[in-house]
């Protein structure tokens, strides 16, 4: 049971880029989430899916695209990587029932130049 | 909407000592779950306690527990007999009952135990 995983640690963009940031989890878990985590600001909620098939957009979703085709992966788009998306990225999920709690990833250090 | 304030920054204790970190929040909820996050170094986020706001009883596991003053809105955090290992960020975090998708995050306080 490898948990909720995360590719890559690291990344170094130019301006204008794109990719995907990868995550998987091996809990069935039926949602899942990604954040942000910027100095002085916590984390914020970017997109979240509650099923396979199921996307939302969370409180800073400007930037980003998601899909979760399968309940086991929720990968996270960059379209054209901007220097203010430098952030490190928590890949998160959380299963319906008790004890309502998030599982997460170990991040991804994203640095846009 | 919900939000969640941490007024300290930063902190500092002495190892075996014991700190109490302040967690406010704001929600017109009355089902909610409220959590303590660690960030240690690592950057691995660490679920420390939960309290489930139903529950008048305060939440402890071993040397961490949670001070909940539903009235007030208010969820600090007391670590006693302070350890090295725990120096890290510590966020506070809020969410709605059945709203397994969505943490609520305040800004962190950083934690620094000296020997």
């Known amino acids: 049971n490898a948990g909720v995983t995360q590719t890559p640690k690291f990344q170094v963009l130019k301006t204008g880029q794109s990719m995907t940031l990868q995550c998987a989890q091996d809990?069935?878990?039926?949602?899942m989430s990604w954040y942000r985590q910027d100095p002085g600001m916590g984390l914020r909620l970017i997109h979240y899916s509650v099923g396979a098939g199921i996307t939302d957009q969370g409180e800073v979703p400007n930037g980003y695209n998601v899909s979760r085709s399968t309940t086991e992966d929720f990968p996270l788009r960059l379209l054209s990587a901007a220097p203010s998306q430098t952030s490190v990225y928590f890949c998160?999920?959380?299963?319906?029932?008790?004890?309502?709690?998030?599982?997460f990833g170990p991040g991804t250090r994203l640095t846009v130049t | 909407a919900q939000t969640v304030t941490q007024s300290q920054p930063e902190m500092s204790v002495q190892e075996a000592e014991t700190v109490t970190l302040s967690c406010t929040y704001d929600t017109s909820e009355s089902n909610y779950y409220l959590f303590w996050y660690k960030q240690p170094p690592s950057r691995q986020m660490i679920l420390v306690i939960r309290q489930e706001a139903y529950k008048q009883q305060n939440a402890t596991e071993n040397r961490f527990s949670v001070n909940f003053q539903k009235a007030a809105k208010s969820f600090s955090l007391k670590i006693s007999d302070s350890q090295l290992g725990d120096t890290a960020m510590y966020f506070c975090a809020f969410m709605k009952r059945y709203n397994t998708d969505k943490l609520i995050f305040g800004t962190g306080t950083r934690l620094q135990v000296f020997p």
């Open positions: 998160a999920s959380g299963r319906t029932g008790a004890p309502y709690e998030q599982y």
């Open positions: 809990m069935n878990h039926e949602y």
